[in-house]
């Protein structure tokens, strides 16, 4: 049972650290006018307006 324990543990961790990593590469190719958005609201409507350009 403690490999187990370990083993979903290490998933886990391995979890945290590739998506934030993942997300990173596509947060620096997005436009900076998407990126500097006052509001969220904002920020979806440039992200629209990005996403469809492509």
Known sequence: NGFKL????FRLEIR???FPL???KNWNRLPREVVAAPSLEVFKA????A???L
């Open 6 to 9: 370990k083993e979903g543990r």
């Open 16 to 18: 945290k650290k590739f």
């Open 22 to 24: 993942r997300m990173a």
């Open 46 to 49: 440039r992200l629209d307006e």
């Open 51 to 53: 996403l469809s350009n």
